[in-house]
């Protein structure tokens, strides 16, 4: 089984890159597929507000299965142009989710995450990382691009001049350093990693659901919009979020405190 999910519990899903033998990199059809169809699988369940990306092993993930490139099979065979339609139909389709799904999407990386593995990464609301953690965008290595996309999203990460940096030398970076880039948030104790990362997944999937989906398509859409049309699709989103019960309830609760703690000044 190269993808593990397991079960929602208080609206946190998980999902594991669980094929250490070969360093759990995604480009085999098996993965890539797998990975997709769990995604999707947390997507459509109205009970997961947040989505939880870990690996088993030492490593996040390898990215493109290099024996693979080499033999110029699965994903890397065929002509030029039945490469460019690959691309699209399967590790582009990976980046497009983690671009436009409406769950809040979070890593938790104990290892060495490398090309396509990293993009994953990248990909993520949320990172943290171990002590152990480590990330190279190693594609120039190997005379490629970033078919994923990953040109794409370094520079949103880390700026446009690290971004360049990083893409052109290959080189790797420690947690440490990629905690002052911005690509981790957090960097936390090994044994500490699932704990923490399990408990701001559990504080965001305890929110009114439709405001945290709300939220993240208007951080998505800050990406690309003007001001004027964002302030009108945020007066809109809005006025949708004032009329949905959880607004109402969470309202209502607000006052209730609020006046118990008033009582309690007056006595």
Not at 121 to 134: E, H, K, P, Q
Not at 144 to 153: E, N, R, V
Not at 200 to 212: D, F, M, N, W, Y
Request: aromatic share 6%; net charge negative; proline share 3%.
């Amino acid at each position: 089984m190269s993808i593990r999910a397991t079960r929602p519990a208080d609206g946190v899903a998980r999902v594991t890159l669980a094929a250490p033998e070969v360093r759990n990199a995604i480009t085999g059809e098996e993965m890539l597929d797998s990975l997709l169809d769990a995604l999707d699988i947390a997507e459509q369940d109205a009970d997961v507000a947040v989505v939880v990306i870990d690996a088993d092993g030492p490593a996040f993930s390898a990215g493109g299965n290099v024996k693979d490139m080499a033999g110029k099979q699965g994903l890397f065979a065929g002509s030029p142009a039945e490469l460019t339609e690959r691309y699209r139909d399967t590790i582009q389709q990976l980046t497009r989710f983690m671009a436009t799904t409406d769950l809040v999407t979070v890593a938790a990386v104990n290892g060495a995450a490398v090309g396509a593995g990293f993009d994953l990464v990248l990909g993520c609301d949320l990172r943290y990382g171990s002590r152990n953690a480590r990330f190279a965008h190693t594609f120039i290595e190997m005379g490629i691009i970033p078919g994923d996309g990953g040109a794409w999203l370094l520079p949103r990460v880390v700026g446009w001049q690290r971004a360049t940096e990083l893409a052109l030398t290959a080189r790797f970076i420690t947690s440490a350093e990629a905690e002052s880039y911005g690509i981790l948030l957090e960097v936390v104790p090994e044994d500490q990693l699932d704990a923490r990362v399990l408990e701001v997944a559990s504080s965001i999937a305890a929110k009114p659901r439709t405001a945290v989906v709300m939220a993240k398509r208007l951080l998505r859409q800050a990406r690309t919009m003007d001001l004027d049309g964002f302030l009108e699709l945020s007066a809109a989103l809005q006025a949708i979020a004032h009329s949905t019960p959880e607004h109402d309830e969470a309202v209502a609760d607000y006052v209730r405190r609020l006046d118990s703690k008033t009582g309690e000044t007056g006595r």
